[in-house]
């Protein structure tokens, strides 16, 4: 059955530094998104993209955050500047896009640690 | 966003059935009601979807209140693979929606 995969699994940077977190979607979806879990906090709502642009996006999305789907499978989201808050797991998710397929298909997520 | 409502936590014994409710008042006329679990230390996983009637499938059934109002999704024989965070979302049929995470209901299943 085809998944959503992410990598790395595990990141540990140093505050300020650049990441980029990475997931190859399932590969005829259309609708990505990431969103972010602070340990033991809810699932919110990070960013969506379609058709080669951010759709929605949420507070916590700011100037800090880029999404960029670079080819046709790699989907990627980047911290320029990572603060100690952004501490968290990261979930890609896909949808494949038709009417009334409304169900996201999430990636195992990267755990995130900033120092 | 549609409000929903549910308990914070819920047991269960091994191999029996499992009734896991969601109020959901607000919910709009064109929201689908879809339900996702997260394994521990895993992403979140889509359970079941419906719309008005009741729905099954390998995993779960999902029964719909005759107002909308509300939702049951029913575990029919719990197992310990069961053990994680319920959510109810109701999702727009339009555009391209977001999933709203709320707190969930958090279901131990007991050996």
């Known amino acids: 059955e085809p998944e959503v995969t992410q990598t790395p699994s595990h990141q540990v940077t140093q505050m300020g530094q650049e990441v980029i977190l990475r997931c190859v979607p399932i590969?005829?979806?259309?609708?990505f998104y990431w969103y972010r879990q602070i340990l033991g906090q809810k699932v919110e709502f990070l960013v969506s993209?379609?058709?080669?642009?951010?759709?929605?996006k949420s507070e916590i999305f700011d100037d800090q955050f880029s999404v960029e789907r670079p080819d046709g499978s790699n989907f990627t989201l980047k911290i320029r500047s990572t603060k100690l808050e952004d501490s968290a797991m990261y979930f890609c998710?896909?949808?494949?896009?038709?009417?009334?397929?409304?169900?996201?298909?999430f990636g195992p997520g990267t755990r995130l640690l900033v120092l | 966003d549609a409000k929903t409502t549910q308990p914070n936590s819920m047991e269960s014994n091994e191999e029996e059935p499992v009734h896991l409710p969601c109020n959901h008042s607000?919910?709009?006329?064109?929201?689908?009601i879809h339900w996702y679990r997260q394994l521990p230390s895993q992403g979140p996983e889509y359970v079941i979807h419906?719309?008005?009637s009741n729905v099954n499938n390998r995993m779960a059934s999902l029964a719909i209140a005759e107002d909308r109002k509300s939702s049951t999704l029913i575990l029919h024989r719990a197992t310990l693979r069961d053990a994680a965070v319920y959510y109810c979302?109701?999702?727009?049929?339009?555009?391209?929606?977001?999933?709203?995470f709320g707190t969930g209901t958090r279901l131990t299943i007991i050996p």
């Open positions: 419906g719309l008005t």
């Open positions: 590969s005829n979806h259309l609708y």
């Open positions: 993209f379609y058709n080669n642009e951010i759709s929605e």
């Open positions: 979302i109701p999702i727009s049929n339009f555009g391209n929606e977001k999933l709203t």
């Open positions: 607000t919910i709009s006329g064109t929201d689908y």
């Open positions: 998710a896909s949808r494949e896009g038709r009417v009334g397929q409304e169900t996201q298909y």
